[in-house]
């Protein structure tokens, strides 16, 4: 009998899953979105096989249930799904970054009769969509489970092999430890980013300067600012007890700053930025996290007509995909820095030996 894998969610990272399932298991892939365009664009790209007419019909025959929606969708579809007559056998998971809420309630409406994993890969994209879904971006990448603690290893190596094609690194984890290592490394700092963007904010309105050379680094410290408004209020408010803490801690440790600073000690203030250097650099620089990286691409170019285009042709004639284009720095007829950033960090690697190869000065940022 062929096996059946129902997708809630057809969007980067349920139709992300779906490809990297299809890689390696032989099974018919269902989806179901409430966005009925989405669920034909994922149709017509062949990321699903079918599209669910009825989301009963479907989830009761399934082999597999995928909820590839946000938190706080992901509640309201877990109601839905508890009402349904399905299969003893099914394994049903979620991508959600929080996991807390989540896991308490598959424990109150299935209490360990229905095999509930929660799921978080740890990767994404600057772009959306299912048209942007891409069978290799969870590869290499974390992939964290999260199962209850009365779920059996035979049940969790089951979801490893559906989700094989993946080619990530699966890390099992306690809800309570997941929740608190993305809050550090991932929820937390983009609260700071949109704090430093709200300050500059203010600040540019005593001073238009401030927006005119806030397109530098300061651009590049705030991207993850730029991510979906909606999105982040629920991820902070689903892991609201560890931000809070996180922010105790943040506020603390300005706090020392502001205080080295009055007092003037050089001493301190050195080794408080020496501290975070010798962390930072120790970091791993191809290693995937929590926080979509950036493969970015610096090139010197002369800033003349037709210059940026000569670059980008060049790149598609090889099929390499840019994510995006961003000019630094730019001086007419002198030489400026163009920034591009790639999906992967092959695609980077392939466009820099290209363009080295036609004498463009390329360097990675640091």
């Given at each position: 009998?062929?096996?059946?894998?129902?997708?809630?969610?057809?969007?980067?990272?349920?139709?992300?899953?779906?490809?990297?399932?299809?890689?390696?298991?032989?099974?018919?892939?269902?989806?179901?979105?409430?966005?009925?365009?989405?669920?034909?664009?994922?149709?017509?790209?062949?990321?699903?096989?079918?599209?669910?007419?009825?989301?009963?019909?479907?989830?009761?025959?399934?082999?597999?249930?995928?909820?590839?929606?946000?938190v706080e969708q992901t509640l309201k579809l877990m109601k839905k799904l508890a009402s349904?007559?399905?299969?003893?056998?099914?394994?049903?998971?979620?991508?959600?970054?929080?996991?807390?809420?989540?896991?308490?309630?598959?424990?109150?409406?299935?209490?360990?009769?229905?095999?509930?994993?929660?799921g978080h890969p740890m990767a994404g994209s600057h772009k959306a969509g299912v048209e942007?879904?891409?069978?290799?971006?969870?590869?290499?990448?974390?992939?964290?489970?999260?199962?209850?603690?009365?779920?059996?290893?035979?049940?969790?190596?089951?979801?490893?092999?559906?989700?094989?094609?993946?080619?990530?690194?699966?890390?099992?984890?306690?809800?309570?430890?997941?929740?608190?290592?993305?809050?550090?490394?991932?929820?937390?700092?983009?609260?700071?980013?949109?704090?430093?963007?709200?300050?500059?904010?203010?600040?540019?309105?005593?001073?238009?300067?401030?927006?005119?050379?806030?397109?530098?680094?300061?651009?590049?410290?705030?991207?993850?600012?730029?991510?979906?408004?909606?999105?982040?209020?629920?991820?902070?408010?689903?892991?609201?007890?560890?931000?809070?803490?996180?922010?105790?801690?943040?506020?603390?440790?300005?706090?020392?700053?502001?205080?080295?600073?009055?007092?003037?000690?050089?001493?301190?203030?050195?080794?408080?930025?020496?501290?975070?250097?010798?962390?930072?650099?120790?970091?791993?620089?191809?290693?995937?996290?929590?926080?979509?990286?950036?493969?970015?691409?610096?090139?010197?170019?002369?800033?003349?007509?037709?210059?940026?285009?000569?670059?980008?042709?060049?790149?598609?004639?090889?099929?390499?995909?840019?994510?995006?284009?961003?000019?630094?720095?730019?001086?007419?007829?002198?030489?400026?820095?163009?920034?591009?950033?790639?999906?992967?960090?092959?695609?980077r690697l392939q466009a820099q030996t290209l363009l080295q190869h036609h004498e463009y000065?390329?360097?990675?940022?640091?």
């Amino acid at each position: 009998m062929t096996r059946r894998v129902l997708l809630i969610g057809t969007g980067l990272i349920g139709g992300s899953i779906a490809l990297a399932i299809k890689k390696e298991a032989a099974a018919v892939i269902v989806g179901y979105d409430i966005n009925k365009e989405q669920l034909k664009k994922a149709r017509e790209l062949q990321v699903i096989d079918e599209a669910a007419s009825s989301l009963q019909e479907e989830a009761e025959k399934a082999n597999l249930i995928l909820l590839a929606s946000p938190v706080e969708q992901t509640l309201k579809l877990m109601k839905k799904l508890a009402s349904f007559n399905l299969r003893e056998d099914v394994i049903i998971s979620d991508v959600g970054s929080t996991k807390g809420d989540i896991m308490a309630q598959a424990n109150d409406l299935w209490k360990g009769n229905v095999t509930f994993i929660g799921g978080h890969p740890m990767a994404g994209s600057h772009k959306a969509g299912v048209e942007s879904a891409k069978a290799h971006l969870f590869e290499n990448a974390f992939y964290v489970l999260t199962p209850h603690s009365f779920t059996s290893f035979e049940k969790v190596e089951e979801l490893k092999r559906w989700l094989k094609g993946t080619n990530a690194h699966f890390l099992v984890l306690d809800t309570a430890e997941h929740d608190y290592i993305t809050g550090v490394i991932s929820h937390f700092p983009h609260v700071i980013a949109s704090g430093l963007v709200k300050l500059a904010k203010k600040h540019a309105g005593d001073n238009p300067l401030v927006s005119l050379l806030a397109a530098g680094g300061f651009r590049d410290i705030t991207r993850i600012a730029s991510s979906s408004p909606n999105m982040w209020k629920d991820i902070v408010k689903q892991n609201r007890h560890n931000v809070l803490q996180l922010l105790e801690e943040w506020i603390m440790e300005m706090r020392q700053v502001q205080n080295v600073l009055l007092n003037e000690d050089d001493r301190a203030l050195a080794r408080f930025f020496e501290d975070a250097k010798d962390y930072r650099d120790a970091l791993p620089v191809r290693a995937k996290g929590a926080i979509p990286a950036y493969y970015d691409l610096h090139v010197d170019v002369i800033d003349v007509p037709g210059a940026i285009a000569r670059i980008t042709t060049l790149l598609a004639e090889h099929e390499i995909s840019i994510v995006n284009l961003h000019i630094i720095e730019s001086r007419e007829g002198l030489l400026g820095v163009l920034r591009i950033s790639f999906q992967s960090d092959e695609d980077r690697l392939q466009a820099q030996t290209l363009l080295q190869h036609h004498e463009y000065k390329t360097y990675e940022a640091a």
